[in-house]
């Protein structure tokens, strides 16, 4: 990367009078969590290479209030999101795209109810319109070409939303060697970090979900595990560090991978 | 003699048709405790999914042996019922075979084609009685399923088995009473399997075989209209309720949870919004007991058949934690039940004391899940025992404020720094000169 990455900003657009294409949500994840950072930063040099007019809402977003519904807090739901669709209005916003599917799920299915209606595109679905349009190549023999790669459904993106095949389809743009974990699809193991749990300890019982669903990752014998969410990732990053594999097997999200072979 | 039959037969279907009627009122009682809700919408995709999952068992053939297995006796069953018909005419009229000379040809053909799907109706009870009573396949013996809900699978399928012998046993001695010339049994033939049964009565005289060929004919309807009230009681009344529950069930994006607009009120009032009058009244917020859940929830509960498809891909039971959707639904029936007989007995405005939620389901189980759908994905009558769950956790969280400390924290975070984790909202757009540093360093 020798050019200048560039990130504008919705308010700094606004400021000039112009309107994006797309608005990239970020997402708490994506803004604050070390290792989900280094996926906003592939995405961003995805879209900049590709050369798409979009914008971020910088410091103006917000928690879209999925954990907090979730787990009970509807209060707290709808006063997040109440308050992103002000933002999200105001600024005319059509289309979203995210690497969160939590957030995409929100915004896309929760939001509309209360006033906020975009079209929104998990990264997945956007990367793989790119690359049936033909605006992002993958050079050949690029560095995952034939690597066994196994790919995590999360249940957001999922069954929660039906998105199956454009993470596969990025997968196999990069020319690698799919191969399915024992439960995949409509029938994925969730990472064990939904609905909130995330943010709290698991509930006693014989085995953490995240170790159960590191080892069906495992049994595959991929050396990479594909993922399209932040929490999925780090559940799958702790049980490979507790099977002390993670010098053998990595976790990755399908825009860092694409963004390595640009 | 026909009409001490007859008159005898019509009592017995009035008894049969009284019970069930009151308790089928019963149970709309029971499941009208819950909140109203609407389902005008989209008709012809409702009818569509009834169509596909409950009439066309859709997925019951996502595991194809015993998609097969169960189609058999649901494919036997449908056909059986019209030969009820002739049946029950039968019984009223004081006839025999009332439809020998509407159908002629037709009819041996018909009811060799029923005798068929009865043998399909054995050989499937046989296998699922192996299945959970000899191979023990797991679901079928997790905790929940202790006592009755398992003498309860039994008990159907042994029932099944014996009406489908007395079917036989009808058919067979008919077939010598047919041969020896009786003016009141129509010449049909004999039948593709009762034919095997007919040299164990062949020894019998006309008298004898008149009687046992009645008995069998008063056993088996006896044993159907017995079933037929039996099942109001089982979780076998997801032969009948099937078919409204996968009409009424949801049509959006699984991912979706339900609004709730007094909250959007409360909200819009606090954030200095016109409020409009919902006309909804501020009830309780969440699910405490079953009047607190929607009238279509405690209806799928009622529909459940315990099969625990949900709970064997639910990821919290996978991995050994207390949450069983399944457990779920079971405990929402069972405690409709309770409040149903409460009200019966005591009236309507009679509290026990007791609720769904601390009682049946604990809180340890509700804050297991993971929201992750699979339950409702798995579920062969389109059952989302997650919506329930989901609705439980808000009243934890919004009328007892109980959710674990760490949940808390979140909602803090999220108040006061707009992310669920505590970083300063100053920081959230930190990572972009974070990437412009690497990048010149890079360069
Ligand atoms: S949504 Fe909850 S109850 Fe249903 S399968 Fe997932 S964790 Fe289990
Ligand atoms: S909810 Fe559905 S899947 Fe679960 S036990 Fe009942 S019928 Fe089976």
Redesign the pocket.
Known sequence: MSENIKIPTMAEMAAEGKEPEILFWVGCAGSFDDRYKRVTVSFIKILNKVGINFAVLGPEESCTGDPARRAGNEFLFQMQAMTNIEVLNAYNVKKIVTACPHCFNTLKNEYPELGGEYEVLHHSEYLQQLINAGKVKVQDGGEFKGKKITFHDSCYLGRANDVYEAPRDVLKALDADLVEMKKCKTKGLCCGAGGAQMFKEPEPGNKDINIERTEQALDTGAKIVAAGCPFCMTMLSDGIKNKEKEKEVKVLDLAEMLAQQL | MTIIQQVLFVITLGIAGFFVFKRASSIRRNILLGKDAEFNDQKGKRWGTMFRVAFGQQKMFDRPFVGFMHFLIYAGFLLINIEMLEIILDGILGTHRLFVPVLGDVYPFLINFFECAAIGVVLACVVFLLRRNVARIKRFHKDEMKGWPTSDANIILVWEIVLMFFLYTMNATDYLLQEAGDAHYPVVGSFAISQYLVPLYSGLSPEALVMVERSAWWVHIIGILGFAVYITYSKHLHIALAFPNTYFSRLEPRGKMKNMESVTNEVKIMMGAPAEDSGEEVGTFGAKDVKDLQWNQIMSAYS????????SECPANLTGKKLS??KV?MDIRDRAEEVGKNIDQHGADHDDGKSLYGDYISKEELMACTSCNA?AD????N?D?LSIILDMRRYVAMEEASTPASWNAMFQNVENSQAPWAFPAADRFKWAEEISNSVDSQQ
């Open positions: 459940c058949t315990e099969c625990g498809r949900c709970t959707p399944r639904m339950c798995a579920c062969p009558i059952i025992p």
